[in-house]
């Protein structure tokens, strides 16, 4: 016989081999029933005893003897005529009497002349021939049914699956660990997403999914839930509802998946090991098509060019905590000396005051107000770790301006009012200042620990 079968192990192929030598090998127990086979030609590999049903199926039986076989209108020859020893022993079960005839008269008997063996063979052909037929035809149909159910139920790739993926799946269930075993894919336009599992039952699940922080190749986290049906080991989820982001992007997510209700048990499924019907699995795992080592590379770059955003708009902001300080040291000066300068009257000076800071400090207060509002609105549209610390900061920058504008005016005012210095205007002043100078400072140091986290 030809040598056109190989053994399918561990994705590897052995062979070729004729199927008299795989027969050979079944009968020492070097392969199972269950062993892949493929050739070529095949859609994809097959049971051996899948194989052995469709290349050897079942002998033929041999047709009926006809009654008619031995019964004839000549007569019968003397038993001097007999002269040829005929044996019914092997082929009719019965034993009848040695007689001798001619090859010519020997071809029929007359029926009467049976003895009673041959009456019994007779009775036994008419009876349990047919049965041992339909009870072959029965087995025949029963066993090519339950494969047939077998066939129907096997995993098969859903459209737009990664060969990759489904041969992973395909391994899975093959191997029918105790254990059950979850794997998850995206198919390739990352529209929907597939839970492979060993779990063979039937059922609706429920999938729920959120990013991994700075573990993604998205601009902003992911999260969604879909639902699903669980059958023959796929579970399909594609209406998928997202509640942040708009797309599937490649990365590490955090999965939760779980049944609703109990998992139905197909027919064809009643011999296998029993499963948990109900169960809630938790993992962290990645989404994509990437290969581990250029996602790692992707994924290194787009964090460099993160913490570079970061360095920078906290490079920034350092400098705008270091200018608000300097402005509020020079006004905190500049009304120390109003309570100093003696010689000119107390209106001159609270006055040269009044001018001095619209001159320098009014319109700044403004335009530092605005520009920090413009840097707020780009910040949103980036990405990088601390975005949210960052943008709390341009904010709070943005009212610290406002308030040394609004507290110096209320200062102005008080001056305006007094005929004579007063300490107590002083003091308040100065104590807003200082609290401001010293947030500042704190701002400033806490950035320097940013720049500098080993010193």
């Not at 492979?196 to 986290?221: F, M, Q, R, W």
């Not at 787009?302 to 402005?327: A, D, P, S, V």
Request: include cysteine; hydrophobic fraction near 35%.
């Amino acid at each position: 016989m030809e040598k056109i079968w190989f053994i399918i192990n561990d994705s590897k192929h052995e062979g070729p081999y004729s199927l008299e030598q795989l027969e050979g090998f079944y009968e020492k127990d070097k392969i199972s029933d269950e062993t892949q086979i493929w050739k070529e030609g095949m859609d994809q590999s097959k049971e051996f005893r899948e194989i052995l049903l469709d290349e050897v199926g079942v002998p033929d039986l041999p047709p009926p003897i006809p009654q008619d076989a031995f019964i004839t209108k000549e007569p019968v020859p003397s038993s001097e005529e007999i002269v040829t020893e005929v044996k019914f022993e092997e082929e009719l079960g019965v034993k009848a009497e040695n007689f001798e005839a001619s090859p010519q008269e020997s071809e029929s008997v007359e029926f009467d002349d049976f003895d009673e063996n041959t009456s019994q063979f007779e009775m036994k052909e008419t009876n349990w021939k047919p049965i041992i037929i339909v009870l072959v035809l029965f087995i025949v149909s029963v066993g090519a049914g339950y494969f047939g159910l077998l066939k129907f139920n096997e995993v098969k790739r859903p459209p737009l699956m990664l060969m990759s993926n489904f041969e992973s799946l395909k391994e899975m269930v093959n191997l029918n660990l105790e254990q059950s075993q979850y794997e998850f894919y995206v198919s390739k336009d990352r529209s929907k997403i597939w839970l492979g599992t060993n779990i063979s039952y039937e059922g609706d699940l429920v999938l729920k999914a959120k990013t991994v922080p700075s573990k993604h190749l998205g601009k902003t986290e992911v999260e969604f839930t879909s639902y699903g049906t669980l059958k023959n080991n796929i579970a399909t989820f594609e209406d998928i509802s997202f509640i942040q982001g708009e797309n599937i992007v490649e990365g590490y997510y955090s999965l939760e998946v779980y049944t609703t209700k109990k998992l139905s048990i197909p027919l064809n499924r009643k011999l296998e090991k029993l499963r948990k019907r109900e169960f809630r699995y938790f993992n962290t795992t990645f989404l994509g098509h990437l290969k581990f080592d250029k996602f790692e590379r992707m994924l290194s770059k787009i964090l460099e060019r993160e913490r570079k955003n970061e360095f920078r708009f906290w490079g920034e902001l350092r400098e705008k905590y270091l200018t608000i300080k300097m402005i509020s040291v020079q006004i905190q000066s500049a009304i120390e000396n109003i309570f100093k300068d003696e010689q000119e009257p107390w209106a001159q000076r609270v006055k040269k005051f009044e001018s001095e800071y619209k001159l320098k400090y009014a319109d700044f207060f403004t335009s530092f107000v605005l520009a920090n509002e413009d840097s707020y609105s780009k910040l949103e549209k980036q990405d990088f770790p601390d975005k949210l610390d960052i943008i709390s900061n341009y904010a709070r920058l943005s009212r610290i301006a406002k308030s040394i504008g609004s507290n110096t005016m209320e200062v102005l005012y008080s001056l305006e009012s007094k005929e004579a210095q007063d300490e107590a205007i002083k003091k308040e002043a100065e104590g807003k200042l200082v609290g401001i100078i010293d947030l500042c400072d704190q701002k400033i140091q806490m950035i320097d620990e940013k720049a500098n986290p080993t010193n």
